[in-house]
């Protein structure tokens, strides 16, 4: 009869306790082609914390006519954004992992860190079983959205939790769940955007533009709406921004649904025609760049300002791999490690040698 359990280590004693990072963003597909993108967005949209319409009136959309005809529509804006290495998202997204394992290593910290995706590959379920096979027994999941939402940070419990359900072994699990009010992370975005005025000048206008959310969510007791306008605001404030010097708005809205207000494109349309010549656009929700930014920001933002009479749209990128950034992410880790063993296991040589002097202090006494 076959296990019910994934395959695992054999349990051996005395082995000293590991700590493992696993570091979670949205997803992407594997390649800007059509049955990719119809893979990935299979399994995006199945998942019931993103799309809360009863199954029995959702499946047929979602198989009838979503998948069917966005997909081939999807790749073509993702290939306009794909690079040499891969999807941006990825690219980013791993780098981040390995920044972070060298940030928390210089903290003393020594631990295991990969990266997973929600949705493709990795996947968060090969990426746990990776590190419970290199000794993980404590794991501590981060979460790349700095705003909590259940359609993002609590779907990544959700399968945090579907794969422990199938391990015999369950290592200690924590969960970074949110920092949208971190002093590291607001100081990383505040250089970024800072560095990219002292080079360019200050707009016109300053847009910060966050994922939307359908609005009902908001009043069902999501807090992502608050934490947005919390992040936007200190972020402000250390920009030395007044009220009317920046607006949030809310992108990639998808279905006939009332999401979080303003919305993003008609913001800018709104924008170029009270004359404002020159918008800068960031978007402080994503922490690496992808198709959201670099395509439906760069691209479909700037065209929309453009043909509605502004002059210019500038995308300030995500923040990436900004060192600022990778020191405050590896600081919000540490925090959350806080009580955990993360030193360097002993060799057999120097336990044998502690041993030894323990021996020999007890035969002095």
Known sequence: MPSRYRAEPAFTHGQAPATGVLLCNLGTPDAPTPPAVRRYLRQ?????RVVEIPRILWWPLLHGLILPFRASKSAAKYASIWTPEGSPLQVWTQRQATLLQGALGEAGHRVNVRHAMRYGNPSIASQLDALKAEGATRILVVS???????????????????????VRNVPELRFVQRYHDDGGYIDALAHRIGDYWREHGRPGHFVMSFHGVPERTLHLGDPYHCECRKTARLLAG???LSEGDYTVAFQSRFGRAKWLEPYTEPTLRELARKGVERVDVACP???SDCLETLEEIAQEGLHAFL?????????????NAEPKWIR??????????SGWPTQAAPDAQAQERSRQAAMAAGATR
Not at 144 to 166: C, E, I, K, L, N
Not at 332 to 337: E, S, Y
């Open 307 to 319: 043909t509605t009479g502004g002059k210019d749209l500038r995308y300030i990128p995500c923040l």
């Open 144 to 166: 790349a959205y700095p705003q909590y939402s259940g359609t993002t940070t609590a779907s990544v419990v959700d399968d945090v939790t579907a794969w422990a359900r199938t």
């Open 285 to 287: 929700g994503f922490t």
């Open 44 to 48: 995006f949209l199945s998942d019931p």
């Open 238 to 240: 250390r920009l030395g």
């Open 328 to 337: 405050a992410l590896g600081e919000i880790t540490a925090r959350h490690l």
